[in-house]
């Protein structure tokens, strides 16, 4: 059996598509399909059921991905056992992450861990906190890094840093702080969507005070952490987020930032991955990094 016929078909399981597939590997949709098509062969069996653009996993395709994993995971465990040295080992680890950890957490996190495994290499992708937890159950990414948790019985989750949210306004608006949420929405606000983390833990805390989104102005939502930063700066509304975002911010002078009173949830940032899912090797020393940081969230 063709080890990398293996590596590909599991690309191609994992992204449910030939062409994404193809452009993760980094090989034509031609190459990629006859690597297809002659494991097929080799096993005398039909790996995909192919229904327009859909490609969908038969029971064959289905078991054999459960050994192939295990198969390809034993071939890294191997190399790495023949190496003199773990700083020979090399491997690539996909993480889907959500926009605070992404610009604030994750490269400290690859910065120290590169001084052990400097061969390892990441693909990094950034969406929502609820699209990364879809990412990690998709099995398209090997570890997902996001600030909310969404309950799922396949999925781990690792907590290993916390923080809180603080109220930012521009230069032009000042407080006397702690600032209370009945004064904080009288303001028009700039809110993150509402797939984001932040905005989960202020839908608690709005539901905890008995305040109704009804009674919010909401002057703009965005996708973009960099850009709700903007329009505060511009004075187009003030904004809840991430302390760890809006600190650097505040030190050159270009927000100012406050305590909100009564806000005393903390905010708690996980490493999650799929239970089913057999990580490869350098996934693996990644998530055993991470639990040393690891954090009592109760």
């Known amino acids: 059996m063709d080890l990398h016929q293996l590596f590909v078909f599991t690309k191609v399981v994992e992204?449910?598509?030939?062409?994404?597939?193809?452009?993760?590997v980094f090989l034509s949709q031609s190459t990629v399909s006859s690597h297809i098509?002659?494991?097929e062969k080799s096993l005398n069996l039909k790996l995909f059921d192919r229904e327009g653009r859909d490609t969908i996993l038969t029971p064959h395709g289905e078991r054999l991905y459960q050994w192939a994993q295990k198969i390809l995971l034993l071939k890294d465990e191997a190399l790495l056992d023949l190496k003199r040295e773990m700083m020979d080992f090399r491997g690539i680890v996909k993480i889907a992450t959500s926009s605070v950890p992404g610009s604030f957490i994750i490269p400290n996190m690859i910065k120290d861990f590169n001084h052990a495994y400097p061969n390892i290499s990441f693909h990094i992708s950034e969406s929502s906190s609820k699209r990364v937890v879809e990412h990690v159950l998709n099995r398209?990414?090997?570890?997902?890094?996001?600030?909310?948790?969404y309950e799922n019985d396949k999925l781990f989750y690792l907590p290993f840093q916390k923080e809180k949210l603080v109220l930012i306004t521009s230069n032009e608006l000042e407080f006397n702080g702690p600032v209370c949420l009945e004064e904080i929405i009288k303001h028009p606000l700039i809110m993150r969507s509402s797939?984001?983390?932040?905005?989960?833990?202020?839908?608690?805390f709005l539901e905890k005070k008995q305040i109704s989104k009804e009674h919010l102005n909401i002057a703009?939502?965005?996708?973009?952490?960099?850009?709700?930063?903007q329009f505060v700066i511009q004075?187009?509304?003030?904004?809840?987020?991430?302390?760890?975002?809006?600190?650097?911010?505040?030190?050159?002078n270009l927000i100012h930032m406050y305590e909100i009173k009564d806000f005393y949830d903390e905010r708690f940032f996980y490493l999650a991955y799929h239970k089913n899912k057999t990580l490869s090797l350098a996934a693996k020393l990644f998530i055993e990094n991470v639990k040393e940081l690891e954090i009592d969230v109760y």
């Open 15 to 24: 992204h449910r598509n030939f062409s994404k597939a193809a452009d993760d």
């Open 37 to 39: 098509k002659a494991l």
């Open 140 to 149: 398209t990414v090997d570890i997902g890094i996001l600030g909310e948790k």
């Open 195 to 204: 797939d984001s983390g932040t905005r989960s833990l202020i839908n608690k």
């Open 220 to 229: 703009v939502h965005t996708d973009s952490g960099n850009s709700l930063i």
């Open 235 to 252: 004075n187009v509304g003030i904004s809840i987020i991430s302390e760890m975002a809006a600190r650097e911010f505040a030190a050159a």
